[in-house]
Structures are given as structure tokens and as C-alpha cells.
Nanobody, 121 residues
Framework: QVQLVESGGGLVQAGGSLRLSCAASGFTLSRNAMGWFRQAPGAEREFVAG????????DYADSVKGRFTISRDNAENVVYLQMNSLKPEDTAVYYCVAYYSGSYHGPIQVWGQGTQVTVSS
């Protein structure tokens, strides 16, 4: 069964940090671009960050540039999202995704179940 499982969410004060992890099972993600999306209450799901299969290319939403870093370990089949200088507006459910191809500009193949991140002011 192809699956993505996120972990690392939780409650943190503004200015703090969290690192989200996304573990793939049932497939090897080394040839897939990966990404993170988030959805805040009452808002639409939005793109947060993407990384190509080789880690040679990354992209971020303007709202998180300079604060969040996406990375991957293909040997361990894991993708990470390091989140620093967190703000209350970063509060959302964060989803890990795997794209069909090596580029994060294409369609998404798999969604994780999501992990809650709550930033208190």
C-alpha cells in the first residue's frame, strides 16, 4: 500500500521551531518530487514547499521563504520540513505529497493524512 505518514507536528510558541517528517511506505520516493501543503481553518489548501527528486531544485511560498527549509533523504525514504521563526498564521494542518514525476510542477500522486501545527502568540 502506497502511503505517506507525517510526524513532528504539535504546539509551539511564536518564534519557535518544529521539524516535520514524512516517511514513505509501499514505494520508493527517490524518483518523485515531494512537497508540503497546508490548510488553515476556513482556508483553502495551499502550497508551502517543493523539492525535486535530486534535491537540485526547491521552491517555497512567499509567506515561508527564509523561515522554512525542505529537504529529503532518499536513502531513508524521508522528506523533512524545518520550520523556524514560526508565526501564529502558520497554524494549519500540514500535508506531505509525492508527485508523479521528478518535478513539483506536475500532478500529485499521493497525499499524506496530515499533521497539526499550532503556533500560539
Amino acid at each position: 500500500q502506497v502511503q505517506l505518514v507525517e510526524s513532528g507536528g504539535g504546539l509551539v510558541q511564536a518564534g519557535g521551531s518544529l521539524r516535520l517528517s514524512c516517511a514513505a511506505s509501499g514505494f520508493t520516493l527517490s524518483r518523485n518530487a515531494m512537497g508540503w501543503f497546508r490548510q488553515a481553518p476556513g482556508a483553502e489548501r495551499e502550497f508551502v514547499a517543493g523539492i525535486s527528486w535530486s534535491s537540485g531544485s526547491t521552491d517555497y511560498a512567499d509567506s515561508v521563504k527564509g523561515r522554512f527549509t525542505i529537504s529529503r533523504d532518499n536513502a531513508e525514504n524521508v522528506v523533512y520540513l524545518q520550520m523556524n521563526s514560526l508565526k501564529p498564521e502558520d497554524t494549519a494542518v500540514y500535508y506531505c505529497v509525492a508527485y508523479y514525476s521528478g518535478s513539483y510542477h506536475g500532478p500529485i500522486q499521493v497525499w499524506g493524512q496530515g499533521t497539526q501545527v499550532t503556533v500560539s502568540s
